[in-house]
């Protein structure tokens, strides 16, 4: 029940994540500059004279390096997300959520904004204290200054993504160009400038179901509550090795005490980790009193079933891509039948020659010019209007022509079958004598 003057809802408490050192801060950063290099680096990647990786919406075209995917070829898509989901579950199982707090972008991309804050506006303490503190010309010169590097980070992010979906070197000013960088900038700032820890608790679904993708074998960041317990400032007497410094929940990027057991929110980042080492190195006890471990306390096993079947869905769906990509066709080749304004599917013209007209499209899906020639196949006698052989192909296109089929007088009444046929690519399709 609401009770009168309270709310639902609980007001976001502010998190002020303290800089910590350490051998996995310096892991974090060395996988976070390599992300970033390929995020923003990609755009600018050319193959065979064209972007590598581009998203051509108006073009209805993907471009792959050497692969050029149109809307029928979306099942490759489908197989490359599936791969990708089996692959983080295998991952969350053998090391619990060491995708969030290492490799998801909403992780890189929030440290890199709060590493632009403690420039400015300094580490924890200073930063609360200046929240706390009236304004001031200090205060806003600081507030500005890590709003203009945002909005510059912002603005740098919002033309690499862009340039995910409109050629990176050619970007000009254009409505449809200038709406997607304003929007991704906006989005950034949003996102890893105010929104940040909350997108993990509230909005991605990962977080949801990590659970059934974790067991007791699993990687995950506990605090070792039989070392730490009871709990005790550093000159107390009878207390465990935790020293109640609060050093771990002041890095925690999530505002949570790792020592209150593992939570949903906790993205298994080890900053309390480094946190709490140091301070262990301090007071000259063992470090790992916050680790990585698993819910059994024992190493992790990666020899278990659930990885076992994980292992053997990645190879059955990587060898079934591999497969369809080897052996895809140069060319896509379709035909669908032309009905007349009158409904009719066939015409016969005053002279007794009976047509049939089709619309085909012809889609060149490689990286490189082909020149092809149309043909019909399987009805003797038949000539074939409305295309000029040969047909050069540009590297992606789509080709829409409306053919025709004739027959000469003196057929007999039904159905006959034949196909087009474009090099080793055939499409079967029917002509119909009235
Ligand atoms: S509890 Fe530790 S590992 Fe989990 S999110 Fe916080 S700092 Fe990272
Ligand atoms: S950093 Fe270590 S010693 Fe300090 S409160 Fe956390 S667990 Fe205890």
């Not at 995910?164 to 997607?180: A, D, G, K």
């Not at 059994?296 to 990509?325: K, M």
């Amino acid at each position: 029940m609401n009770l009168p003057g309270s709310s639902f809802t609980a007001a976001r408490r502010k998190i002020y994540p303290r800089a910590v050192h350490g051998r996995y801060r310096n892991l974090r950063n060395g996988i976070s500059l390599a992300l970033q290099a390929i995020l923003f680096g990609v755009p600018w990647l050319q193959w065979g004279g064209r972007q590598a990786i581009l998203a051509d919406l108006p073009g209805r075209k993907l471009y792959l390096f050497g692969l050029v995917l149109h809307p029928q070829d979306t099942y490759f898509l489908h197989l490359l997300l599936i791969l990708a989901a089996v692959t983080l579950f295998c991952v969350s199982a053998l090391a619990g959520r060491m995708w969030c707090g290492y490799a998801c972008p909403q992780t890189i991309l929030s440290q890199a904004f709060i590493m632009v804050e403690r420039w400015w506006e300094g580490d924890r303490a200073a930063r609360i204290r200046l929240d706390k503190a009236g304004w001031t010309i200090a205060k806003l010169t600081r507030k500005l200054g890590k709003w203009v590097c945002w909005s510059a980070m912002g603005g740098y992010l919002g033309v690499t993504a862009a340039g995910y979906f409109f050629p990176i070197r050619q970007l000009t000013v254009t409505p449809s160009i200038v709406l997607t960088v304003i929007f991704f900038a906006v989005w950034s700032l949003f996102e890893f400038g105010y929104f940040r820890e909350q997108f993990c608790s509230y909005v991605c679904p990962y977080a949801r179901f990590q659970g059934a993708m974790l067991d007791d074998e699993s990687l995950v960041v506990a605090y070792d509550q039989s070392r730490g317990e009871p709990r005790g400032k550093l000159k107390s007497s009878g207390r465990g090795s935790c020293i109640d410094c609060t050093a771990c929940v002041q890095a925690c990027p999530m505002g949570i005490d790792i020592r209150t057991g593992l939570q949903l929110e906790c993205i298994a980042c080890a900053a309390c980790v480094d946190a709490c080492d140091e301070v262990m190195d301090r007071v000259g006890q063992e470090r790992g009193l916050i680790r990585y471990t698993t819910y059994t306390g024992q190493d992790p096993n990666p020899f278990r079933p659930r990885v076992a079947i994980y292992l053997g869905l990645i190879t059955v769906l990587g060898s079934l891509l591999v497969y369809l990509l080897v052996n895809r066709s140069p060319l896509a080749l379709d035909a669908v039948r032309v009905v007349s304004p009158g409904g009719q599917l066939a015409v016969t013209t005053p002279d007794g020659h009976i047509s049939n007209v089709f619309k085909v499209h012809l889609i060149n899906r490689l990286a490189s010019p082909q020149t092809v020639n149309l043909q019909a196949e399987g009805l003797p006698g038949a000539d074939l209007l409305g295309v000029t052989n040969p047909i050069q192909l540009e590297p992606g296109q789509v080709m829409e022509a409306q053919v025709m089929m004739l027959l000469p007088p003196g057929q007999h009444h039904g159905i006959r079958p034949f196909s087009f046929r474009v090099g080793n690519t055939r499409k079967e399709a029917t002509f119909v004598v009235p």
